[in-house]
């Protein structure tokens, strides 16, 4: 289980979100999530809203991957100072997510020894009950922040 988020932390932004779904607050219909750096992990703290359900009361599968996924590239920019894209994004659901209460999302580089990418693992935890969990591989682009996409 992660550190708590502290509200007199800031939260780490992405240089140029260009609107992203996941973590933009540009983006009106997206997660907005935002994120907190402790120490090697990357932590959000989010609930997730019921129009984002799949069946009655629980988060829609895609959205608990979507919510993976962007923790485990903030983990790698916010951590190791790099942009990557996601090659491979394994999920294990382990119990149903709730819409509508708090939940805690990390995730961490565990995998460093690639040369064209990063081992990352993340998981949704609803107090201290593990509820989804993911592993992937992150292939590290070569672009500075100024470069960006829009």
Do not use: W
């Amino acid at each position: 289980m992660g550190v708590a988020i502290n509200p007199n932390e800031p939260f780490l932004t992405f240089p140029n979100d260009g609107g992203c779904f996941g973590c933009s607050a540009s983006n009106s219909s997206g997660l907005g999530l935002r994120f907190q750096r402790h120490g090697e992990e990357v932590e959000v703290e989010y609930t997730v809203p019921d129009h984002f359900h799949g069946a009655p009361g629980v988060v829609h599968g895609g959205i608990v991957a979507t919510i993976l996924d962007e923790v485990s590239c903030a983990a790698v920019v916010f951590v190791e100072d790099q942009f990557v894209v996601t090659g491979e994004l394994t999920i294990r659901y382990e119990k149903a997510v709730p819409v509508g209460e708090p939940l805690t999302i990390t995730g961490r580089v565990v995998d460093r020894s690639h040369p064209k990418y990063l081992i990352v693992e993340a998981h949704i935890e609803r107090g201290s009950q593990c509820l989804a969990r993911s592993t992937g591989k992150f292939f590290v682009q070569e672009r500075q922040p100024a470069d960006a996409v829009p």
